[in-house]
Nanobody
Framework: VQLQASGGGLAQAGASLRLSCAVS????????MGWFRQAPGEGREFVAA????????HYADSVKDRFVISGDNAKNTVYLQMNSLKPEDTAVYYC???????????????????????WGRGTQVTVSS
């Protein structure tokens, strides 16, 4: 599976951005889909995950109630809607796909980066104060 993230850019604090992850090679509903981010000098941080069923989501505490992960099966694309952006959201954002936990049912998610097998190139998000 190939993943292509886009939609990053420069935004002011309080603004919104929507990231897209175009998936090719297989339907994204075959995977647990996740978004991660990495700020300069920091490790890769979990942001959000979407279950195969599309009905279960999981968020990092730092973005809960501000970010929303969703998917469009017709476009085979996963989105990350980012609202009320803060300067600390500045990072390179990556989308990823996990083929794990298929035995656990369609509602499984994971926040562990090591459980994701495929990664797209990142898209830079910069939030100014």
């Amino acid at each position: 599976v190939q993943l292509q993230a886009s939609g990053g850019g420069l935004a002011q604090a309080g603004a919104s951005l929507r990231l897209s992850c175009a998936v090719s090679g297989r339907a994204f509903s075959s995977y647990i889909m996740g978004w991660f981010r990495q700020a300069p000098g920091e490790g890769r941080e979990f942001v959000a995950a979407l279950s195969r069923s599309g009905t279960n989501t999981h968020y990092a505490d730092s973005v809960k109630d501000r970010f929303v992960i969703s998917g469009d099966n017709a476009k085979n694309t996963v989105y990350l809607q980012m609202n009320s952006l803060k300067p600390e959201d500045t990072a390179v954002y990556y989308c990823a796909a996990s083929s794990r936990y298929s035995h656990a049912g369609g509602d499984a998610t994971t926040s562990s980066a090591v459980m994701y097998d495929d990664w797209g190139r990142g898209t830079q998000v910069t939030v100014s104060s």
